[in-house]
């Protein structure tokens, strides 16, 4: 499991904890609302059944069952009002009056439904007061004025019916703005999480990326080379005894071709090993993003080393050493070139130079000595190159190169990742071609 799961988890168990309490806290209230409201009502009902001449167990059962309403507020608020409303007359459940107008005003109940219904609240509540006080006056004697029985009508009715609705209105207005944050914020964790992912996908699709291409660039530098050297290895081995000469200059051939892979191999590794030493420096002035693992620094900065190590690689003017080189060993190449020749940009060069590098080194490795024709041709918009050769004469089992396969796989990336078109196959003659057609990006500033 990984550590944002492991937090993922721990904050779900957390808010399952918190739910559940608040849960357990509003039964707990929820009940002792509806006990004592339904011991006020039951208390009030003994004055109902007095006044409606009703026997008192009646009234107070009556008011029992009345108050304990109070108990299903939260799931139908809009019966405890309306119970309310209908035991108004009997003038009993005034706490159910108050908490069920707050509880409707605090629910997802419409307005309108909210509004009427505390309007109807109101004006029962206006009326009985009026009566109530108004009876209370005339038994009493009270010298009171006109105004005074409405005023206490008025003042009790909307007492008695706005604040809990206002309240309720506040308290629901304010959790639904909680739960829209809260909301908000959920969807602003899992955009940082989707993120987090893709840049990890990201860091891990230029991994991928940076090690197939310095794989590509360490297999150009010397495949090629090393193959050359175990072709005149071969040779000095099979003329060693019969032509002295021959063999020495065999010899030669192959100590220069081992220093060469070897000043290549030298260069590539210095670049490499320079591009990660800037890399760990700027890391420790100022640290990778958290987000970005080490590791895909480090490639970055390798595959940027590989990239500045190949502006100063061979071009297309140095494919005619390339095919004298082959012709040194032994292979016969012929080179024709059509077209005027003009400048490319660099990696257009590079990758047509790699391309015929491959090629050679392939025919060296499965058709030695079978016969090689290399055709360049700069067109308007494009350059085209072709090597094709003919059937072995079965000298490749002799030389022993083994062949990793990656090769033709390399030409197809290099050609591919310029927009250009690539194709290999055998031929009707029992010989191989690779032919590859590289857009004109422009010469090399």
């Not at 918009?381 to 090769?407: C, F, I, K, R, W």
Request: one cysteine or more.
């Amino acid at each position: 499991m990984t550590t944002t799961g492991a937090h993922q988890d721990a904050a779900g168990e957390t808010a399952r904890g918190l739910w559940w309490w608040a849960r357990r806290r509003s039964v707990v209230l929820d009940v002792g609302l509806a006990v004592v409201s339904a011991l006020e009502c039951g208390l009030e009902g003994v004055r109902f059944a007095d006044t409606a001449a009703l026997p008192v167990p009646v009234g107070v059962m009556f008011g029992l069952l009345a108050g304990s309403v109070l108990l299903v507020r939260r799931r139908w608020p809009l019966a405890v009002v309306l119970v309310t409303i209908a035991i108004t007359p009997a003038e009993m459940g005034f706490l159910m009056g108050l908490v069920g107008l707050y509880t409707l005003a605090a629910s997802e109940t419409p307005r309108r439904l909210i509004v009427a219904l505390a309007g109807m609240s109101l004006v029962g509540t206006l009326i009985v007061t009026f009566v109530r006080t108004r009876q209370n006056v005339a038994d009493t004697g009270f010298d009171s004025g006109r105004w005074y029985v409405p005023l206490v009508a008025v003042l009790m009715s909307v007492g008695m019916t706005a604040p809990p609705v206002l309240f309720g209105l506040y308290v629901g207005a304010r959790r639904r703005l909680m739960e829209s944050l809260r909301e908000r914020a959920d969807s602003l964790e899992q955009e940082l999480s989707l993120l987090a992912d893709r840049a990890e996908q990201r860091a891990e699709w230029a991994r991928t990326e940076e090690r197939t291409r310095i794989a590509r660039e360490m297999h150009d530098v010397v495949a090629h080379r090393v193959s050359l050297m175990v072709v005149h290895a071969a040779a000095l081995q099979a003329v060693a005894l019969k032509d002295p000469s021959k063999a020495v200059k065999n010899a030669a051939l192959v100590g220069d071709m081992g220093r060469q892979a070897l000043t290549e191999l030298r260069e590539m590794l210095g670049v490499l090993r320079a591009g990660e030493q800037v890399a760990a420096r700027k890391a420790a002035d100022a640290g990778p993003p958290a987000s970005v693992p080490l590791a895909a620094v480090g490639l970055a900065a390798a595959a940027a080393a590989a990239a500045a190590a190949a502006e100063d690689g061979p071009g297309m003017g140095d494919i005619e050493a390339l095919v004298g080189q082959s012709r040194d060993a032994g292979m016969v190449v012929e080179l024709s070139v059509q077209g005027e020749w003009r400048s490319y940009a660099r990696e257009v060069e590079q990758t047509a130079y790699r391309v015929v590098q491959e090629a050679l080194t392939n025919v060296h490795k499965h058709a030695a000595g079978a016969k090689v024709r290399v055709r360049l041709a700069h067109r308007d918009a494009e350059v085209a190159m072709q090597v094709e050769n003919g059937p072995s004469d079965g000298g490749a089992q002799d030389a022993g190169l083994p062949s990793g396969g990656n090769g033709l796989v390399g030409m197809r990336e290099r050609v591919m990742a310029l927009g250009g078109a690539f194709v290999s196959g055998e031929t009707d003659a029992g010989g191989f071609r690779v032919s590859a057609v590289l857009p004109d990006r422009g010469a090399a500033a």
